[in-house]
């Protein structure tokens, strides 16, 4: 990408070439078929199905399981 300024004074001389990658972006839909299963009083297991191709925005590296303790 080659950037010129151009304004009312004139037009600039080229900048620098800069190459740069953006990272990826998080899913745009939520994964599917989300299940918990109690495997004890204190465990449980979580399964689900990734979202659907079109909505990965680059490679799926993980998902983040969050908890926090219920209102009581």
Same mark, same amino acid.
């Given at each position: 990408? @080659?950037?010129? $300024?151009?304004?009312?004074? $004139? #037009?600039?001389?080229?900048? +620098? @070439? /800069? !190459?740069? /990658? !953006? ?9 599917? +078929? ?7 009083? @204190? @465990?449980? #297991?979580? !399964?689900? #199905? ?7 925005? $680059? ?8 908890? #926090?303790?219920?209102?009581?």
């Amino acid at each position: 990408m @080659t950037v010129v $300024g151009d304004n009312e004074v $004139g #037009r600039g001389e080229a900048a +620098d @070439t /800069v !190459t740069f /990658v !953006t990272g990826e972006e998080e899913p745009s839909a939520p994964p599917n +078929d989300v299940s918990v299963e109690s495997k004890g009083p @204190t @465990t449980i #297991r979580v !399964t689900w #199905r990734a979202p659907p191709a079109e909505h990965w925005n $680059g490679a799926i590296k993980g998902f983040y399981i969050g908890y #926090r303790k219920a209102r009581e």
